[in-house]
C-alpha cells in the first residue's frame, strides 16, 4: 500500500511549507532511501530530495528533507509561485520493493 | 544531461501486449540500472520493475509479475518492458528512470501513455 501524505498544503510566497510522508517500520522507518519528486501537470516527475536529506545538484536549497521514525518530511522554504506542483514522496520497501506516497498538492497562495 | 525518452505506448484491447522501449542518452548507459514506473489517470505513482546494469538482477512488484517482462540492451542503450495479459487497469502513463538500487527512482523520462480498453 501507499505511503500516507496529506492531500494538500498551502503557503504564501516567502513562507515555508512542510510535507509529512507516513509509512512504517517496514520501509521508511526501516531505511534511509526516501526520495522526494516534485511533478507539474502533464511533466515527469523530478527528484528534488534523495537519501532523505540529499539535494541533487541544480535543486534550490530550499528544499530540504528530513526523517523522525517512520516519517519522512520535505520543507520548501521561501515559497515562490512555480513550487506550485504536485509533490510525492518514496520509500525503499524491503524485499526489493519501492513505494510511493499519495501525493500533496502544493499551493502558492 | 541525462535524457530518457519513451515510447511503444498506445491503445490495446484487453488482454492484448505491448512493448515499451526507453533510449538513454548524456550518461553511460551501461553503468546504470533503470526501472519502470506507472500513473494511472488522475493516480499516484506505482514502482513496477527494475534491471540491474548487466541484467543480471530483476524485480518486479507483485501487480505486474507473471505479465511484464522488463530487458535491457546496453548496446542500443535502452530498456524494454513487455507487457502481455493486459487488463483496464493497466491504464497509465508509464515511465523508464534510472535507479540506484535501493535508492527509488532518479532520473525520469517524459512517459508513454499506454491505454487498454476494447
Known amino acids: 500500500s501507499a505511503l500516507t501524505q496529506p492531500p494538500s498544503a498551502s503557503g504564501s510566497p516567502g513562507q515555508s511549507v512542510t510535507i509529512s510522508c507516513t509509512g512504517t517500520?517496514?520501509?521508511?522507518?526501516?531505511?534511509?532511501?526516501v526520495s522526494w519528486y516534485q511533478q507539474y501537470p502533464g511533466k515527469a516527475p523530478k527528484v528534488m530530495i534523495y537519501?532523505?536529506?540529499k539535494r541533487p545538484s541544480g535543486v534550490p536549497d530550499r528544499f530540504s528533507g528530513s526523517k523522525a521514525g517512520y516519517t519522512a518530511s520535505l520543507t520548501v522554504s521561501g515559497l515562490q509561485p512555480d513550487d506550485e506542483a504536485e509533490y510525492y514522496c518514496?520509500?525503499?520497501?524491503?524485499?526489493?520493493?519501492?513505494?510511493f506516497g499519495t501525493g500533496t498538492t502544493v499551493t502558492v497562495l | 544531461q541525462v535524457q530518457l525518452v519513451e515510447s511503444g505506448g498506445g491503445l490495446v484491447k484487453p488482454g492484448g501486449s505491448l512493448r515499451l522501449s526507453c533510449v538513454g542518452s548524456?550518461?553511460?548507459?551501461?553503468?546504470?540500472?533503470m526501472g519502470w514506473i506507472r500513473q494511472a489517470p488522475g493516480k499516484g505513482l506505482e514502482w513496477l520493475s527494475y534491471?540491474?546494469?548487466?541484467?543480471?538482477?530483476?524485480y518486479y512488484a507483485d501487480s505486474v509479475k507473471g505479465r511484464f517482462t522488463i530487458s535491457r540492451d546496453n548496446t542500443r542503450k535502452s530498456v524494454y518492458l513487455q507487457m502481455n495479459s493486459l487488463r483496464v487497469d493497466d491504464t497509465a502513463i508509464y515511465y523508464c528512470?534510472?535507479?540506484?538500487?535501493?535508492?527509488?527512482?532518479?532520473?525520469w523520462g517524459q512517459g508513454t501513455q499506454v491505454t487498454v480498453s476494447s
Open positions: 548524456g550518461f553511460v548507459f551501461n553503468d546504470y540500472h
Open positions: 534491471i540491474s546494469y548487466s541484467a543480471g538482477t530483476i
Open positions: 517500520n517496514s520501509d521508511i522507518g526501516g531505511y534511509n532511501f
Open positions: 518514496s520509500s525503499y520497501a524491503g524485499s526489493n520493493t519501492y513505494l
Open positions: 528512470a534510472t535507479q540506484d538500487k535501493p535508492n527509488p527512482p532518479h532520473h
Open positions: 537519501e532523505v536529506d
